[in-house]
């Protein structure tokens, strides 16, 4: 990859990051030619990647574990891409030469800023409510993901993890205890469905150390996700029935009734808050939690439901004085287990709002 810098026009940018424009097979070879030979506004270069974007940004999310950070990579990867793409000779599809640009990217950017982390990760569970917790900005916190992004791109049939899988909490946090190559190696292999072949020449390594990665990546993530999958657990349950559960969950917070909310609970439920260090496990630890805070102790809620990360979820909006509007609080992203929930993960902060397209409040 060619990362010579031309200079870079805002019309350029503009046209990259664009709503999608629907082009045709017949003018891909004439739009690699445009772009070859020096798209000066983007305009064919844009046209070639539509097609691969969102796909190209789950890919960043799971490599980071944020959708800010994937934003941050795509854009830095598709600028390197289009200066680059003089240089691309054919020799690989433009799929594997864009991953190949994206995934550098995304390691460069995992180098400098580090592992996400979820409260889970950093110390043991607590026994009883913990009044006035305050965030931990120093840690680089996982964060949630709009299933409107999850792409379903083109994958051999070797890959193991389907691509809303591939983006279900439980796997994207233990993809962040892998070191990047490992990380990389194992989604470019079980997830995007490339040979070993291919992702040593990605990472300019050798096929020896891409399966030594390989081995490594998937005892960690066997030993750290359950099964069955959300995936499979949501499609036993049905739609209807899942959409009366997340109901039920809404309902008892903004009614406050603890004891309809206990019920859809299991007995070792887990309830995260992230940027909250504090954590809780076990129906006894949680229902203590609920009861003292957000049931009785922080105002009246209301709630959107919502996606994320390919499981069931609802925007919080909380009204803390009881006059005012309801303002955005935490996206709820709920873990199921047959027909109750096993762990609830608030990820608290307005800043998820927006790429859910949820309001920033409600009257």
Request: charged share 20%.
């Amino acid at each position: 990859m060619d990362d010579s810098r031309r200079p870079v026009k805002s019309s350029l940018v503009s046209n990259l990051f664009a709503t999608p424009r629907q082009g045709t097979a017949g003018k891909e070879a004439e739009d690699l030619d445009l772009a070859r030979a020096g798209d000066a506004d983007g305009a064919a270069f844009t046209r070639l990647v539509e097609p691969l974007r969102r796909e190209l940004h789950a890919h960043c999310y799971r490599m980071l574990g944020s959708t800010h950070d994937a934003d941050d990579a795509l854009q830095d990867a598709l600028l390197r891409a289009w200066r680059g793409i003089g240089r691309f000779e054919g020799r690989s599809s433009l799929r594997s030469w864009l991953y190949t640009v994206v995934t550098r990217t995304c390691l460069d950017i995992a180098e400098a800023r580090g592992r996400r982390a979820l409260p889970v990760d950093l110390g043991p569970s607590s026994r009883h409510a913990v009044v006035g917790d305050r965030p931990v900005p120093e840690v680089a916190w996982l964060g949630p993901y709009p299933d409107v992004d999850v792409g379903g791109g083109p994958a051999g049939p070797g890959v193991r993890y389907e691509q809303r899988e591939a983006v279900e909490l439980a796997f994207v946090a233990a993809l962040q205890h892998l070191p990047g190559n490992q990380r990389a190696a194992l989604l470019l292999f079980e997830v995007l469905g490339f040979s070993v072949a291919e992702i040593a020449a990605m990472m300019d390594t050798s096929t020896t150390s891409v399966n030594s990665a390989l081995a490594r990546a998937r005892k960690l993530v066997e030993r750290k996700i359950q099964s069955p999958t959300q995936q499979q657990t949501l499609r036993k349950l049905g739609d209807a029935r899942l959409r009366e559960i997340v109901a039920r969950y809404s309902t008892a917070l903004e009614q406050g009734d603890a004891d309809a909310l206990v019920a859809l609970l299991t007995q070792d439920v887990t309830w995260s808050m992230p940027p909250l260090a504090h954590w809780y496990h076990g129906l006894d630890a949680v229902t203590d939690f609920a009861v003292r805070l957000p049931l009785t102790g922080c105002g009246s809620w209301r709630h959107l439901p919502t996606s994320a990360n390919g499981q069931p979820a609802v925007g919080s909006y909380l009204c803390g004085d009881g006059t005012g509007a309801h303002v955005a609080w935490s996206i709820d992203v709920l873990t199921l287990r047959d027909e109750h929930v096993a762990e609830i993960t608030s990820f608290v902060g307005p800043e998820h709002f927006a790429p859910f397209g949820l309001p920033a409040s409600l009257p």
